[in-house]
């Protein structure tokens, strides 16, 4: 009986648990009544906030929340283009250290550079005299006939710097990068500037004896002879040429840091600096206690100069250094963003200590360089690598919070200081024993972007509410265009549950938006009358990946059989709800490094068309063709089953189940393969085994997987044979010399344009080899309350206006950004508007 009544009372639970959460959202009456919630908008979180440092953080919950609180020099654009962002201008400079033989003096340089690429686009200047490490074998090497010209040239030689400059551009960050740039001087100047310091080239005319001797001076072998000789001119000192990109920004002036929240009087809370250094905010009656803390704090000396500043408070909006809620809590305007923030924030990237995730993306940073001017910030890179450039949009820390006066004084604070820790004060580093997880900053970070964190529980942290809601607030004092509501809520629903407890909510009206599943989708567009149902492309897609070096998909003919042989059309429409866009090769459509102009190039076997050669969009579904391909490959069909040699065509589909929309396209695939006469098997693993014991060692013929990638051009860990398993993700085993190469050569590539010619010339070297049957890239679908519109910037009769538009405008809808791009220019209003067709167009 208990069996029985248990399968009533268990479902009944489940309802009540899942409604309970109607009660502490706003229901559809108070949506539409609340005056307050016109000033609002609520979206949903699958989990709580874990760490609001974003060099710390790897959720993209985190990312989220933080993104609305600051944010990067540089950004990416509507359509995923690089653009200045708080900064003014950016350009990426290329800085050219070389050694320069005698004749070539300066104004020989600066006149060729000038004709090259144009008046005062470039400049020399001599950084030092050259003079090699020398030492015995060096000097033996450099008496030797052969390396007269060696001689000649160390004794004239300096080593001086040429800068390339761009001018800037506000549409993309302009380059004057030019990796050829030494060949171009040298064919300009009509004599080799480094053939006396290459290795190759100055043993290339020697005959056996000369050679023979000069091994004998080296201590080496003939054989050995130019590795020799290159590591001794590399040891003098005599590297030829260093490239170094210089990315110069100008930022924006006027964007200040806002710190809180704080609580009770703005006139108790004290900003304290020590030295040139702030030390934090106190909380003291007066200035004297203020410093005192601190000083005792510190054990400073008298002779170490302590200052302060307060906060103004004023009824008069315009000059008040403070906002907040009446009676609650308030944020004050910090120091000004400037060029220490970015310095400070790259040195902590590159420190072991502050143990970041992200160290690798800053290794090859050699120098912040700051200038008088504290707007103007340079960039230095160690190496040509245009991929870097993707991570200076990224955000920055405040220095004010992360100076190492400031990070000692909390760590006195929570018991870690010297003292504590044993540590004489001059060998005392405060990230190695408070460590950057732990701080404060983690859970109640500054903010210079859109919105603040608002406190849920009072002065303690964190300042959200785990398990329940995040809570921004506008930041009255951001630089940009400020917000259209006061308040952005993120109610945080339980994971195992969230989708479905979010979707009630949703349609109850207490929330604003809802992210669909694919097989939700179509009951939303149902509803298209009811809500917004938004589409965005991803970066995301399905694939069915060949082992290329295992038989019988090493052949090109058989993988292009088989592509022949699926109905991808199909695949999507049936199997992915018809949310995906099909692909025709390695990328996605959302980004411009894929090429949608790529045509497939078939010549039909069968059919009306035989012998005609055809550029298709997309590999064709066509089984008589894929038949055809096979005996072209060898195989017949006299058993009906395709045989080569007396072998039966054969193979094992490996998949892992858990994924049911790749589960039903390896049973598709395998269905239309057996069709066609070939055996073939599935063999299904748990995730972690899939991948360590028969993806990463390559030990498949045919597997189903899918990528989901980041936005810059770097393909090399799928695609180059470099990287092939166990040193990349290459599982294909592709090889192709000429991608190779492009892949190489687009790392030292600065210009946008030039990035995406040649990402189109290596897509379509894949796709031509087809590695992949590649299927398709989902599509993102989120449905939107009708009555939250886009409060977009229009120009009329010379003057800027908002202007109220759908968020199905035709602008949302042709650019590449996700849906959160615009979230600031959302508002909501009162009622559904009623929209005229112009309303949706530019």
């Known amino acids: 009986m208990w069996i029985k009544r248990s399968l009533v009372v268990i479902p009944a639970l489940l309802l009540v648990f899942l409604a309970q959460s109607v009660f502490w959202v706003p229901g559809t009456r108070q949506a539409a009544d609340n005056e307050g919630r016109l000033d609002r908008l609520v979206w949903y979180a699958g989990a709580s906030p874990e760490d609001m440092n974003p060099y710390q953080s790897t959720s993209a919950n985190d990312s989220e929340i933080y993104a609305s609180l600051t944010e990067g020099l540089l950004k990416y654009n509507h359509?995923?283009?690089?653009?200045?962002?708080m900064a003014d201008s950016a350009v990426v400079n290329h800085e050219i250290l070389m050694l320069a033989p005698a004749g070539a003096d300066n104004d020989r340089l600066a006149r060729a550079l000038a004709e090259i690429y144009g008046q005062g686009s470039a400049t020399v200047e001599t950084v030092a005299e050259f003079k090699p490490r020398g030492g015995a074998a060096w000097?033996?090497?450099?008496?030797?006939?052969?390396?007269?010209?060696?001689?000649?040239?160390?004794?004239?030689?300096?080593?001086?710097?040429?800068?390339?400059?761009?001018?800037?551009?506000?549409?993309?960050?302009?380059?004057?990068?030019d990796p050829g740039a030494v060949d171009k001087l040298a064919a300009r100047l009509g004599a080799p500037l480094h053939d006396a310091i290459d290795a190759a080239k100055l043993l290339a005319p020697l005959g056996p004896e000369d050679k023979q001797r000069l091994a004998g001076v080296l201590k080496t072998d003939p054989t050995g002879l130019t590795a020799a000789l290159g590591k001794l001119l590399t040891d003098a000192g005599l590297t030829a040429v260093t490239h170094n990109p210089v990315v110069d920004m100008r930022i924006r002036k006027g964007i200040h840091w806002v710190d809180g929240p704080f609580f009770g009087p703005v006139k108790n809370v004290w900003l304290v600096k020590v030295g040139a250094d702030e030390a934090g905010y106190i909380t003291a009656d007066s200035e004297q206690a203020a410093v005192e803390q601190v000083r005792s704090a510190l054990e400073l000396e008298k002779t170490v100069p302590v200052t302060t500043r307060q906060f103004v408070e004023s009824a008069d909006k315009g000059s008040s250094e403070v906002f907040g809620e009446p009676g609650g809590p308030w944020w004050g305007r910090g120091p000004e963003f400037t060029s220490r923030d970015v310095k400070r924030t790259i040195e902590l990237l590159k420190d072991n200590d502050f143990a970041s995730p992200r160290m690798s993306t800053w290794a090859d940073v050699s120098e912040v360089r700051t200038h008088p001017d504290p707007h103007h910030v340079q960039v230095v890179y160690g190496r040509l690598f245009s991929p870097a450039l993707s991570a200076l949009t990224g955000v920055y820390l405040a220095y004010h919070h992360w100076n190492d006066t400031a990070w000692k004084l909390e760590a006195i604070r929570k018991g870690s200081g010297p003292r504590d820790v044993g540590v004489a004060p001059e060998n005392y580093k405060p990230a190695a024993h408070l460590r950057a997880k732990k701080r404060d900053y983690s859970r109640r970070p500054p903010s210079m972007g859109p919105m603040v964190l608002y406190p849920l529980n009072g002065p303690d942290l964190p300042l959200w509410q785990n398990g329940k809601l995040v809570r921004l607030m506008r930041n009255e004092f951001y630089a940009g265009r400020k917000p259209e509501y006061k308040w952005?809520?993120?109610?945080?629903?339980?994971?195992?549950l969230g989708r479905e407890t979010a979707e009630m909510v949703f349609n109850t009206g207490g929330i604003d938006l809802y992210g669909c599943d694919p097989h939700q989708v179509r009951r939303y567009e149902a509803q298209?009358?009811?809500y917004y149902v938004i589409k965005r492309r991803t970066t995301t897609y399905a694939y069915l990946g060949f082992n290329t070096e295992r038989e019988p998909v090493n052949d090109p003919l058989v993988r292009k059989a088989l592509a022949m042989a699926l109905d991808v059309d199909k695949i999507i429409e049936k199997i992915a709800w018809g949310q995906g866009e099909r692909i025709s090769g390695p990328g996605y459509p959302v980004l411009p490094w894929y090429d949608h102009n790529y045509r497939f190039r078939h010549k039909w076997r069968t059919g009306p068309d035989a012998g005609k050669e055809e550029d298709l969009k997309f590999v064709p579904y066509n089984v008589q063709e894929a038949r055809a391909l096979l005996e072209e490959a060898g195989y017949d069909f006299k058993s009906g089953v395709p045989t080569k040699a007396g072998?039966?065509?054969e193979f094992t589909i490996t998949m892992h189940p858990e994924n049911p929309i790749r589960k039903d396209i390896v049973l598709y695939a395998q269905q239309r393969w057996q069709d066609l006469g070939i055996k073939v098997k599935i063999e299904e693993f748990e995730w972690n085994v899939y991948l360590s014991q028969r993806v990463r060692p390559r030990n498949f013929t045919?597997?189903?997987?899918?990528?989901?990638?980041?936005?810059?051009?770097?393909?090399?860990?799928?695609?180059?044979?470099?990287?092939?398993?166990p040193r990349?993700?290459?599982?294909?085993s592709f090889k192709n010399a000429e991608a190779d190469k492009i892949m190489d050569d687009i790392l030292l590539e600065y210009d946008f344009d030039r990035q995406v010619q040649m990402s189109h010339r290596m897509f379509k070297l894949v796709a031509d080899e087809l590695p992949y049957i590649f299927l398709y890239s989902g599509l993102a679908t989120t449905v939107v309350d009708p009555r939250v519109v886009w409060r977009r910037e229009v120009t009329r009769d010379g003057k800027a206006t908002l202007v109220d538009s759908p968020l199905t405008h035709e602008y949302i809808r042709n650019a590449r950004a996700p849906f959160g791009y615009w979230l600031t220019e959302f508002r909501r209003v009162p009622e559904k508007p009623q929209w005229e067709e112009q309303d949706f167009r530019n």
């Open 647 to 649: 072998k039966p065509l």
């Open 728 to 732: 990349g993700l290459n599982f294909a």
């Open 139 to 177: 000097d033996a090497a450099l008496a030797d006939p052969a390396l007269a010209a060696t001689r000649e040239f160390v004794q004239g030689a300096r080593r001086v710097r040429l800068y390339l400059t761009a001018k800037p551009r506000n549409d993309r960050v302009a380059s004057a990068v």
């Open 488 to 496: 952005l809520d993120y109610y945080i629903f339980n994971p195992n």
């Open 528 to 530: 298209g009358d009811r």
């Open 702 to 725: 045919v597997c189903v997987l899918g990528w989901s990638g980041g936005l810059d051009f770097d393909k090399r860990q799928l695609w180059h044979s470099r990287f092939i398993p």
């Open 79 to 85: 359509m995923y283009q690089i653009v200045p962002h």
